[in-house]
């Protein structure tokens, strides 16, 4: 056969009968398998009609843009016919379309602009249609869901041939619910010409994944359908869909894409009911175009699926996937400061750390419950109260309130409690009797220890090898008598001093003081339960504070403390560990002092993996002072760029660097590949944020991906461009002057401007401004 145009090889596609999807006597069931026409799929009639309609109304010229929205199929079509016909297009769609669609459109010479994902083909219409409202002079747009001239195409082709194919023989025809067009069509042809066929339309579930159909109830409704048209609508799942195209390919040959599985499903299904009939089911394309999607791939087992946080959990040694005790909520505990010296940046690590499982945690969306305590009696509060010469409680007030003070500046989210240990005396008491009486625990001289040698699971949690401890050498540093030296304290008998002062608690074996383990036992325990979900803190605290704390706890409740231990590395300096002892202590008011700002320290802290050490330098603050300066720059340009032309990819770049984030932060909270992730999209995208290929859509976009980012990490600056209505005015007045090509005004409103510390950049879409840096 010889035609004058490809678009002439349009139409007159094929049935095929099933022959084995349908063992029921009398029932035939033929596919209308449309991948024959030579775009590849039905779409190619309603293009051709829209665009033959649109020249025959004067609306189309050669100047002017084709532009429509689309999920695939009708984006091919049109960028086929526009080819053979030498018009330009622009087609919008959704980046969760398949990437063969976008290929075949691209191989058309069509232009992509690309959606955001979570908005389907919705979002897709909205934009295309405030294109066309921006700029009605410069596009055409088809507007395939308003358009009668898409149902008349099956109006005057598709319905005929199916006809004219089965010799008048068919008795139902199915077909699915995308822009209803094709139903629409094929309605009004057979209830004007012959009423006795039963058109069947096939409309999938809320939230559906099948791409080019819609929910009439959830998307927006087209305003060419009409729900009366065909004799009936029926529903479809996804799961079944899928498997029907899979199930035609294997047992039929015929590899279709996911419409047709769709129809061909609701069309077995309702012919297993009927005595006798000819079912044709519009087969719209191939699944060649499908690849890309899960349509075709073999599902992954459980433990591969993606989106899942894993932790490395130091008790077991191993990444472990996260599973609270119980649905959708977290109970946390952080070990917190000792009340008698500043914080210094090891223990701002502590507090960052505890901060970030929170917080990501609340974005995976689970409720947390988290607590920190504060130690405000110990052996270091009690020599630091009497060496300053203060009552112990106002000694360790004054830096209990320091610690909230630097927790603020470092942008950590308030927990939901912060248990002190001297709120919890009585229950400190309560334990030491309990384990006591379950034989754990002795008194000795006055002070009560917990017996290890009972506690066999002692050392689990470290890995630490009790017969290598020296003797003389305890588990817990106090220089208290015991039966073993390597059994650790409970409760303290008082000493001479602390009854002076009246620090002691009466009780059955005299005036004693908890030690530090009960008192974290306690505190967490009775905030959070005999188990709790995460237990938080640095890795110097393992040993021997968290494994007295497991002994203590587990003995007394015969269940496991915590199901998940996660411990943040050391903070060195020149090799060695941030201590006193070693001299080398800087806290965050010191680099503070310095000009360092506490986000900068925030950022310093995340920017290492949490399970590594790090080495502190100024000049390493330095190196995250440079890093932070770029992404502010980058967030201050995008508030600051006026909208412009949209660009086709960044929807995707948006989507990537979101992927690519919580993907890392999935993987044991990776932050350093996460940060890799944004500084990839800071390079893709500036350099079309200098030529303003940014619209306002897409420039909240951007914005609303990196707020989800930074509620985890907390160090971007997401407000927009402050400007003082003195220099907003002088930026406008500049703008005027050029326009009337009155240079010598616009010069010193450029000098105005710069005085104030801000300099202007000229482009095709108007001025963008920012600050000179070092200038307020």
């Known amino acids: 056969m010889l035609f004058d145009s490809i678009l002439d090889a349009i139409g007159n596609t094929p049935l095929v009968r099933m022959n084995r999807l349908l063992d029921q006597p009398g029932v035939e069931i033929y596919g209308k398998v449309e991948a024959t026409n030579p775009g590849g799929s039905v779409k190619e009639r309603i293009s051709l009609s829209m665009i033959e309609a649109g020249e025959a109304s004067g609306a189309l010229t050669k100047e002017k843009i084709v532009l429509e929205a689309t999920s695939g199929n009708t984006g091919i079509g049109l960028a086929m016919v526009c080819a053979a016909k030498g018009y330009r297009c622009v087609l919008v769609m959704p980046e969760s379309a398949s990437i063969e669609r976008r290929k075949i459109m691209q191989a058309y010479g069509a232009e992509i602009l690309l959606t955001p994902a979570r908005r389907a083909t919705d979002g897709a219409i909205e934009k295309c249609y405030a294109m066309a409202r921006e700029f009605p002079d410069r596009y055409f747009m088809t507007d395939q869901y308003n358009n009668e001239a898409n149902w008349r195409a099956h109006y005057v082709g598709t319905a005929p041939e199916i006809w004219r194919q089965t010799e008048g023989k068919v008795t139902h025809v199915v077909a699915t619910l995308g822009t209803s067009g094709t139903v629409m069509g094929l309605s009004k042809w057979f209830r004007d010409n012959h009423p006795q066929v039963k058109v069947l339309a096939v409309e999938p579930g809320r939230g559906h994944k099948i791409q080019g159909l819609k929910n009439m109830k959830e998307s927006y409704r087209p305003g060419i359908y009409d729900k009366n048209q065909p004799d009936q609508i029926l529903p479809i799942e996804d799961d079944d869909a899928f498997n029907m195209v899979r199930r035609l390919a294997r047992t039929e040959g015929v590899l279709v894409g996911m419409s ?20 044709v089911v519009l087969l719209p394309d191939s699944g060649e175009r499908y690849l890309s999607t899960p349509l075709f791939t073999p599902p992954k087992k459980r433990e591969e699926k993606e989106s899942q ?9 191993k990444k472990e996937l996260f599973e609270p005790q119980k649905e959708g909520s977290v109970t946390l505990y952080s070990c917190g400061p000792t009340a008698y010296e500043e914080a210094n940046l090891l223990l701002c690590r502590r507090f960052v750390f505890s901060d970030l499982v929170t917080r990501y945690l609340e974005v995976k969306g689970f409720e947390v419950s988290a607590y ?33 003070s630097d927790i603020e500046a470092l942008g950590a989210r308030k927990a939901t409690g912060y248990p002190r240990a001297s709120e919890h005396i009585k229950d400190m008491i309560e334990i030491a009797h309990e384990l006591l009486h379950k034989g754990y625990a002795y008194e000795k001289n006055g002070s009560i220890y917990f017996d290890i040698s009972k506690f066999p699971r002692y050392g689990r949690l470290s890995g630490v090898d009790l017969s290598k401890i020296q003797l003389g050498k305890t588990v817990d540093l106090d220089d208290y008598e015991k039966d073993n030296p ?7 008998r008082s000493t001479l001093s602390e009854l002076k002062k009246g620090i002691f608690f009466e009780t059955d074996w005299g005036n004693v003081r908890p030690s530090w383990h009960v008192e974290c036992a306690a505190m967490a325990i009775r905030n959070l339960g005999e188990t709790m979900d995460i237990h938080t803190s640095s890795r110097n605290l393992m040993f021997p504070h968290h494994e007295n704390e497991i002994a203590i706890s587990e003995a007394l409740t015969d269940k496991p403390l915590a199901k998940y231990w996660l411990h943040s590395e050391m903070l060195l300096v020149d090799g060695k560990k941030m201590a006193a002892e070693n001299g080398n202590v800087v806290t965050l008011a010191d680099v503070v002092a310095k000009g360092f700002t506490a986000r900068e320290v925030r950022l310093m802290l995340l920017s290492v993996h949490y399970r590594k050490p790090i080495n502190f330098s100024y000049k390493r603050l330095e190196s995250v002072r440079t890093a932070l300066r770029r992404i502010d720059e980058f967030i201050c340009k995008l508030h600051c760029l006026p909208p412009g032309k949209p660009h086709p990819e ?15 932060m999935d993987d044991d909270l990776n932050v350093s590949k996460a940060m890799a992730a944004i500084y990839i999209f800071i390079n893709r995208t500036n350099p079309i944020l200098l030529l303003n290929n940014l619209d306002r859509d897409q420039k909240e976009y951007i914005l609303e991906c990196l707020k989800k980012i930074d509620d985890v990490l ?12 003195e220099v907003n005015a002088l930026i406008q007045r500049r703008e005027q002057a050029r326009l009337k090509k009155d240079w010598q005004l616009a010069d010193d409103a450029r000098e105005e401007l710069a005085a104030k510390g801000i300099t202007v950049i000229d482009t095709d879409s108007g001025p963008v401004w920012k600050k000179i840096r070092g200038l307020d």
Do not use: W
């Open 260 to 279: 047709s599985g769709a129809a061909m499903s609701a069309a077995v299904d309702y012919a297993k009911n009927v005595e006798g009939g000819m079912f």
């Open 309 to 317: 946080l894993h932790l490395f959990n130091t008790l077991s040694k």
């Open 372 to 404: 920190m305590n504060f130690t405000d009696i110990d052996d270091n509060t009690i020599a630091g109260a009497e060496a300053a010469g203060k009552p112990l409680a106002d000694f360790t007030q004054g830096y209990i309130d320091g610690f909230i």
């Open 486 to 492: 390597r059994d650790f304290t409970l409760l303290k």
């Open 650 to 664: 960044v929807a995707s770049y948006v989507s990537a660097m979101e992927e690519q984030f919580f993907e890392a």
């Open 714 to 725: 907390r160090i971007f600056r997401l407000q927009g461009c402050p400007l003082a209505p």
